[in-house]
């Protein structure tokens, strides 16, 4: 059995959509059930941050999400394929025609990513107030609660609404498939082996 930890939402529905391509057969989960046990795997639902912190304590053998949300969480697991879907970067926002003066005795930056937010800034030898925030990122510059934000931008739409844009891209990012480190020596064969259907199913 190989448990899988995905994160509620698209990224799961995506992946479970390769897991139905590959075996030719529907896995989806119940309504409000965060197990679905099928075809020798079991699938947790969990929040997209907490993904790496099942499989890096060992609940899940392997999970997938974006490579922002295992830096941010600074995971220790072994990576093992990057999907290529869930494609977005992080980007330093402010509200349109303002710039990052690197003169400022400190900056106010919001995110929910605290420690990218930080890193980059500190690499930048900014000194900086995060701000922590849960959603909504892009109403904080609009309401003078931060100079700036680290947030993520797909389409750009959120922010182009609200009269934001990007002002530095901090990194890329798509979802990956990684294992923990302990399962990955114990289900080595059946974790390589699913990695080769997946990545054969993504290459069709
Ligand atoms: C994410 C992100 C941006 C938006 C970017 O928010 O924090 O707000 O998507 O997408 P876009 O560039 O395509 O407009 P999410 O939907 O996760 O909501 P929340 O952060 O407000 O919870």
Redesign the pocket.
């Known amino acids: 059995m190989i448990t899988v930890a995905l994160p509620k939402g698209r990224i799961a529905e995506d992946t479970l959509e390769i897991f139905k391509n590959i075996f030719t057969q529907d896995f989806s989960f119940e309504s409000r059930k965060l197990i679905l046990e099928q075809h020798g795997f079991r699938f947790l639902l969990v929040r997209?941050q907490d993904v790496p912190t099942y499989v890096e304590n060992g609940a899940a053998d392997i999970g997938f999400s974006g490579e922002d949300t295992l830096k941010e969480q600074g995971a220790r697991v072994t990576k093992l394929l990057d999907l290529g879907i869930g494609k977005?970067q992080v980007v330093v926002g402010m509200k349109k025609g303002e710039v990052l003066d690197p003169r400022l005795p400190e900056i106010v930056v919001a995110s929910?990513m605290v420690n990218i937010a930080k890193d980059y800034f500190d690499s930048k030898g900014m000194s900086v107030k995060i701000v922590k925030?849960?959603?909504?990122?892009?109403l904080a510059p609009l309401v003078g609660l931060c100079d700036a934000i680290v947030?993520?931008?797909?389409?750009?739409?959120?922010?182009?609404?609200n009269g934001l844009e990007p002002v530095a891209t901090i990194m890329e990012s798509s979802v990956k498939m990684f294992a923990n480190r302990e399962s990955f020596i114990q289900k080595r064969t059946e974790i390589l082996e699913l990695k080769q259907q997946i990545k054969k199913v993504l290459e069709a």
């Open positions: 997209n977005c929910k925030l849960y959603g909504s990122i892009e947030d993520i931008v797909e389409t750009g739409t959120t922010m182009k609404e």
